[in-house]
T-cell receptor, first 113, second 112 residues
Framework: NAGVTQTPKFQVLKTGQSMTLQCAQD?????MYWYRQDPGMGLRLIYY???????DKGEVPNGYNVSRLNKREFSLRLESAAPSQTSVYFC????????????FGSGTQLSVL | QKEVEQDPGPLSVPEGAIVSLNCTYS??????FMWYRQYSRKGPELLMY????GNKEDGRFTAQVDKSSKYISLFIRDSQPSDSATYLC????????????FGKGTKLSVIP
């Protein structure tokens, strides 16, 4: 049982480049999330998708877009990367009934030069 | 004042010690209280989950919630080197908010 799978694990971008982070879960969860984790800042929610077909902004959505491709997949896109987006990105999923219980992927380490 | 405050540590203890990790919060509407454990270069994993006040025990781990003081704690008994990780408290108001509030995490090292 893979759980939540994120790709890639590491990425280096130049300022202004674009990229998409991929996330897939095999637990049949309805809800999916994208977080970023920075030293001294903790985990901050970027976007979430409560169910297939819906997406909503979290605490820090600026500079990002998301797509809930289907029930399993939720992608995060950086259209024009900035150094301030250097961070570790985590995808997570949960059931609707217990959305406090998050299952996280192993993360993507992104550096924007 | 941030909604959740957590001492970032680092905290270093000898093997076998009792560890106490704490968070304070400001919003009395919070109903769900979680502790996540995060090993280095890994994603967080849910360790303990508590609804409302009281204690919850799971093996060597005890989660305690004091809603009157807006204070939550995680106790680790007989700490082991494998407990070395960052511990994140997380709080939610429930009601389908989908937005947990996380503490910044406390880094714990258990020295053999």
């Amino acid at each position: 049982n893979a759980g939540v799978t994120q790709t890639p694990k590491f990425q280096v971008l130049k300022t202004g480049q674009s990229m998409t982070l991929q996330c897939a879960q095999d637990m049949n969860h309805n809800s999916m999330y994208w977080y970023r984790q920075d030293p001294g800042m903790g985990l901050r929610l970027i976007y979430y998708s409560a169910s297939e077909g819906t997406t909503d902004k979290g605490e820090v959505p600026n500079g990002y877009n998301v797509s809930r491709l289907n029930k399993r997949e939720f992608s995060l896109r950086l259209e024009s990367a900035a150094p301030s987006q250097t961070s570790v990105y985590f995808c997570a999923s949960s059931t609707v009934a217990t959305n406090e219980k998050l299952f996280f992927g192993s993360g993507t380490q992104l550096s924007v030069l | 004042q941030k909604e959740v405050e957590q001492d970032p540590g680092p905290l270093s203890v000898p093997e076998g010690a009792i560890v106490s990790l704490n968070c304070t919060y400001s919003n009395s509407a919070f109903q769900y209280f979680m502790w996540y454990r995060q090993y280095s270069r890994k994603g967080p994993e849910l360790l303990m989950y508590t609804y409302s006040s009281g204690n919850k025990e799971d093996g060597r781990f005890t989660a305690q919630v004091d809603k009157s003081s807006k204070y939550i704690s995680l106790f680790i008994r007989d700490s082991q080197p494998s407990d070395s990780a960052t511990y994140l408290c997380a709080i939610d108001s429930g009601a389908g908010s989908y937005q947990l509030t996380f503490g910044k995490g406390t880094k714990l090292s258990v020295i053999p």
